[in-house]
T-cell receptor, first 114, second 115 residues
C-alpha cells in the first residue's frame, strides 16, 4: 500500500511569485485535503477535493486554488505569494464516504517566501 | 464553529514515566470524532489514537490511552512508560461526523522525554 507523497519537500520563492505543490493520495483514497501549518501552530484547513470537485473550503483567499485529477492526485496552487504564506503545507487523503474519520498525511512541503 | 484548545505549550517527562496531555474542545454537534496526532521532526502527522463521540469507553492503543469526558468536552491523552521516541509535537484534533468533513486542530504541545 502506497502512502501519501508530496513534492517538492522544500522550496523558496519570492513575494509575488506563484507556486504549485503536488500530492499523490494513498492507494484507494478518493478524497484529498490540504492544510497550512505555520511555524509553531496547528494545521489550518485550506480546502478539500472529493472525486475531482472541491467540497469544502477554509478561510483562505481565492489566490489559494487547487485541482484533483482522475487518479485522485492533487495540486495546490498559490498565486501572488506573500511573506505570511511561508509554512508547511500538508496533504491528507482519505476514503470519502467511508466515514472512518481517519486522514492519512504526507510529510509536507516546506515553503519559504522571501 | 468548532474549536480545539491545547493550553500547555510544552511538557517534559522522564523516560519510563507517565504523562498526560490536555485538550478541550467546543462543538454543538453530537456526532464527531476526536484524535491525537503525533508530529515528529520528520513532519509527518501520525495518528496516535481516535475516539468516536458515541462510544463511552475510552480508546486505548498499547501505551496510549485517552480520558474522554464528553459532558466536560475534555479529551486528554495519557502516555504510559514514556520512551525517547515519544518526543514530538502532539496535536489534538476534532472532526465532525459525516463524510468529507475537515479536521480542526489545536495549537499543539511539544513533549520532550528525558533519558
Amino acid at each position: 500500500e502506497t502512502g501519501v507523497t508530496q513534492s517538492p519537500t522544500h522550496l523558496i520563492k519570492t513575494r509575488g511569485q506563484q507556486v504549485t505543490l503536488r500530492c499523490s493520495s494513498q492507494s484507494g483514497h478518493n478524497t484529498v485535503s490540504w492544510y497550512q501549518q505555520a511555524l509553531g501552530q496547528g494545521p489550518q484547513f485550506i480546502f478539500q477535493y472529493y472525486r475531482e470537485e472541491e467540497n469544502g473550503r477554509g478561510n483562505f483567499p481565492p489566490r489559494f486554488s487547487g485541482l484533483q485529477f482522475p487518479n485522485y492526485s492533487s495540486e495546490l496552487n498559490v498565486n501572488a505569494l506573500e511573506l505570511d504564506d511561508s509554512a508547511l503545507y500538508l496533504c491528507a487523503s482519505s476514503l470519502g464516504g467511508a466515514d472512518t474519520g481517519e486522514l492519512f498525511f504526507g510529510e509536507g512541503s516546506r515553503l519559504t517566501v522571501l | 464553529a468548532q474549536t480545539v484548545t491545547q493550553s500547555q505549550p510544552e511538557m517534559s517527562v522522564q523516560e519510563a514515566e507517565t504523562v498526560t496531555l490536555s485538550c478541550t474542545y467546543d462543538t454543538s454537534e453530537s456526532d464527531y470524532y476526536l484524535f491525537w496526532y503525533k508530529q515528529p521532526p520528520s513532519r509527518q502527522m501520525i495518528l496516535v489514537i481516535r475516539q468516536e463521540a458515541y462510544k463511552q469507553q475510552n480508546a486505548t492503543e498499547n501505551r496510549f490511552s485517552v480520558n474522554f469526558q464528553k459532558a466536560a468536552k475534555s479529551f486528554s491523552l495519557k502516555i504510559s512508560d514514556s520512551q525517547l521516541g515519544d518526543a514530538a509535537m502532539y496535536f489534538c484534533a476534532y472532526r465532525r461526523g459525516g463524510a468529507n468533513s475537515k479536521l480542526t486542530f489545536g495549537k499543539g504541545i511539544t513533549l520532550s522525554v528525558r533519558p
